[in-house]
């Protein structure tokens, strides 16, 4: 499970098996019992949530958003 950030307690990461066949590149986000699955590609956007305020996922797909380039480039290099 390849950690990618840590960001006010919020954890972002992929797991290393994700699926036959390989699902779209994405992110998981978690804190607590909180948490969400990202879409990044085409559009960063929530694929999933659980325990979510629409104000949280707001800003964790801002910070999606901001570090997509980065963690589509680390999806391609783990799972390449």
Not at 20 to 43: C, G, N, Q
Not at 56 to 76: A, C, I, P, Y
Request: aromatic fraction near 14%; glycine fraction near 4%.
């Amino acid at each position: 499970m390849p950690k990618l950030l840590e960001w006010s307690g919020w954890k972002f990461f992929f797991y290393s098996r994700e699926g036959m066949p390989l699902e779209p590149p994405h992110v998981h986000v978690r804190k607590d019992r909180s948490e969400a699955k990202i879409w990044l590609t085409p559009i960063v956007r929530v694929a999933s949530d659980r325990r979510m305020d629409p104000r949280t996922l707001k800003m964790l797909l801002d910070v999606v958003s901001t570090h997509r380039d980065g963690f589509v480039e680390q999806w391609n290099d783990f799972f390449s």
